[in-house]
C-alpha cells in the first residue's frame, strides 16, 4: 500500500466531543439490555442512599433532643435504631461500587473493542504509527484514555444526579425545621420565610464563585498537562522505536526528550499552584460550612424557636446541601482529565476516519 | 584551546559573556559555543497558553532560538567565524555541565549572576555551582 500522506487534523471541541460520543454510545446502543439494567441499579442505589441519608438526618434531630431532655429510654433506642441505618448505608456504598465498577467496565469493554476493531481493520495501525498527526501513541489512547473516558462520565454523571436530589430533598428539610425568622433592619421587622434555604445558596453561590475566581484555569491546566504528559510518552516510544540511527538523529532526539520533559513539568508547576489556590478555598469551606450553620441556626435555638435536635437536624442539612451544591466544584479536576481523554480518543477515532476515507478515494480512483 | 563554550540567558550580563568568550575564540581560533537553557517559563505566560491553546513546546523552542540568534550576531559582529548553536532544557546548572562534558569544551563562560537574587539565596547561585563542579576550566563574567 502507497504511504498517505501527513494527515493533520485540526478539530473543535465539538467536533471531539461528537466523534468521541459516537463511539462511546457503542455499549448503550448495542447492549441496551445490560446497560439498562445497570443504569436502573445505580439510579435506585442512588434513590436508597438518599433515603437512608434522610432517615439519619431524622435520627440526628432525635438523638439530639433526647439527650437535651435527658431521656435515657429515648437515647438507647435512637443508638439501637443507628444500627441498622448504619448497615444500610454501609450495603449501599458497597452495593454502590459494585454497580458502578461493573458498568465502567463493560462500557470500557465495547468502547475498547470498538476502536481496536477500527484500529486493526487493513493494518491501519502501521499507516498511522507515522502519518496521522494527533494520533501518536495510539496504544496509550486505547488502553489508558478509553479507560478514563468511560470511567468519569458514570462517576460524575451519578454524583450529578445524587447531588440534585439531595440538594432538593434537604432544601425541604431546612425550609420546614428551619421555618422563618425576623430580621429587624432600618427600624422595620423583616420576615425571611425558609431563611436556611437562601442562607445555604448564598454561601454556597458565594463559595463556588470564589473557587471559580481562585481556580478558573484549572481544568485548562489539567488538560494541557495531561496534553503534555501525552506527548512525552510519544517522544520518548519515537526515541525507542528508532533503529539504530546516526549520532547526530540521537542528539536531535535526546534534546526533543529534554523539550518535552521540561514542558511536562512547567505544566506540573503551574497545576501545583492551581491546585494550591483551589486549596485555600475548598478547606476554607470545610472549616466555615458547618459553622455557618450553626451560626445561622443560633438565633432560634437561643429564642427557644428550635431545639437542640433541631439545630442539629439543620445544620447537618445545611453541610449536606451545601456539599451537593458544590458538584461542578470537587468534579473541576476529574471533568478535566475525561475531556482530555474523550478530546485523545476522538483524535485517534478521527485520524482512523481519515484512513478510511483515503482508502476509499484511493480504491475508486484505481476501479 | 579548542572550544569554548558560553552559556548565555539573553541578559545584560550574559552579552558581556558573550563578548569576552567571543573574543577568545577570535584571538585562539577556538570553536565558540553559545548554549542556552531553555524552560524559564512565568506562570502568567503559563496560564495564557493554557487558555489561547498555544504550544508550550514551541513557545519554549522559539524563546531560546530568539535568544541563540541573537547571540550568534553578536559573536559574528565580533569576527568569530566557527559558531555552533545549542539548547539545553532542566536545570540551569545541571545543563550546563551535561553540555560542556558532551561537547567536550576547554573553557566556559558565564555571567555572575542570570537568575534572581531570591532563587540565588534558596538554590544557590548557577555560576558557583559552575565553578565547582564544571569538568573545565570556568570564566565568570562580572
Excluded at chain 2, 55 to 81: F, H, P
Excluded at chain 2, 98 to 126: E, I, M, N, T
Amino acid at each position: 500500500m502507497r504511504p498517505f500522506q501527513q494527515i493533520s487534523l485540526i478539530l473543535d471541541e465539538r467536533q471531539l466531543l461528537t466523534r468521541f460520543w459516537q463511539a462511546a454510545s457503542v455499549f448503550w446502543r448495542m447492549q441496551t439490555g445490560r446497560a439498562a439494567t445497570l443504569a436502573i441499579f445505580l439510579i435506585t442505589v442512588v434513590l436508597l442512599q438518599l433515603l437512608v441519608q434522610v432517615a439519619l438526618n431524622v435520627w440526628n434531630r432525635h438523638f439530639f433532643d433526647a439527650l437535651e431532655r435527658k431521656d435515657a429510654a429515648t437515647v438507647w433506642l435512637q443508638a439501637q435504631l443507628f444500627v441498622p441505618l448504619a448497615a444500610g448505608s454501609i450495603l449501599l456504598a458497597a452495593a454502590s461500587v459494585w454497580g458502578r465498577m461493573t458498568a465502567q467496565r463493560s462500557w470500557r469493554e465495547a468502547l475498547t473493542l470498538h476502536v481496536i476493531e477500527k484500529w486493526m481493520e487493513k493494518d491501519r495501525f502501521r499507516q498511522l504509527n507515522h502519518l496521522a498527526r494527533g494520533s501518536e501513541n495510539p496504544e496509550y489512547r486505547i488502553s489508558v484514555d478509553v479507560r478514563i473516558a468511560t470511567d468519569a462520565p458514570i462517576d460524575l454523571s451519578l454524583a450529578f444526579v445524587s447531588s440534585i436530589l439531595t440538594a432538593l430533598t434537604f432544601f425541604g428539610v431546612l425550609w420546614t425545621i428551619g421555618g422563618s425568622i425576623d430580621v429587624n433592619a432600618f427600624g422595620r421587622s423583616v420576615t425571611i420565610p425558609g431563611y436556611l434555604v437562601f442562607g445555604v445558596i448564598l454561601y454556597s453561590g458565594m463559595i463556588t464563585s470564589l473557587m471559580i475566581i481562585f481556580g478558573h484555569h484549572l481544568t485548562s491546566v489539567i488538560e494541557r498537562t495531561n496534553q503534555a504528559e501525552a506527548e512525552f510518552r510519544a517522544a520518548a516510544d519515537t526515541f525507542r522505536q528508532e533503529p539504530t540511527s546516526q549520532n547526530r538523529h540521537q542528539v536531535d532526539r535526546r534534546e526533543t526528550l529534554q523539550l518535552k520533559l521540561q514542558a511536562v513539568l512547567l505544566w506540573w508547576r503551574e497545576f501545583c499552584w492551581q491546585l494550591v489556590r483551589t486549596t485555600l478555598v475548598s478547606h476554607g469551606n470545610f472549616l466555615f460550612a458547618p459553622v455557618v450553620a450553626w451560626i445561622l441556626c443560633a438565633p432560634k435555638y437561643l429564642s427557644g424557636a428550635m431545639s437542640l435536635g433541631e439545630l442539629t437536624q439543620a445544620a447537618a442539612a445545611f453541610v449536606v446541601v451545601q456539599g451537593a451544591f458544590n458538584w461542578f466544584v470537587d468534579n473541576y479536576q476529574r471533568l478535566a482529565d475525561w475531556r482530555s481523554s474523550a478530546h485523545r480518543v476522538a483524535t485517534l477515532l478521527l485520524a482512523i476516519d481519515e484512513l478510511e476515507a483515503k482508502e476509499r478515494n484511493e480504491k475508486k480512483a484505481t476501479s | 584551546m579548542h572550544r569554548i563554550i558560553v552559556a548565555t540567558d539573553g541578559s545584560t550580563t550574559a552579552n558581556r559573556a558573550i563578548d569576552a568568550g567571543a573574543s577568545l575564540a577570535k584571538a585562539t581560533g577556538a570553536d565558540l559555543i553559545l548554549l542556552t537553557i531553555g524552560g524559564s517559563v512565568t506562570g502568567a505566560e503559563l496560564r495564557t497558553l493554557a487558555d489561547t491553546a498555544g504550544d508550550l513546546s514551541d513557545t519554549m523552542q522559539s524563546a531560546a532560538d530568539k535568544i541563540l540568534k541573537e547571540a550568534r550576531r553578536r559573536a559574528q559582529r565580533l569576527g568569530v567565524r566557527s559558531i555552533t548553536l545549542k539548547t539545553g532544557w532542566g536545570d540551569p546548572g545541571d545543563a550546563i555541565i551535561d553540555a560542556v562534558q558532551r561537547s567536550k569544551a576547554d573553557l566556559l563562560v558565564v555571567g555572575r549572576r542570570g537568575q534572581s537574587r531570591l532563587s540565588a539565596l534558596l538554590l544557590g547561585s548557577v555560576s558557583q555551582k559552575l565553578a565547582s563542579f564544571a569538568p573545565c576550566a570556568v570564566m565568570v563574567v562580572p
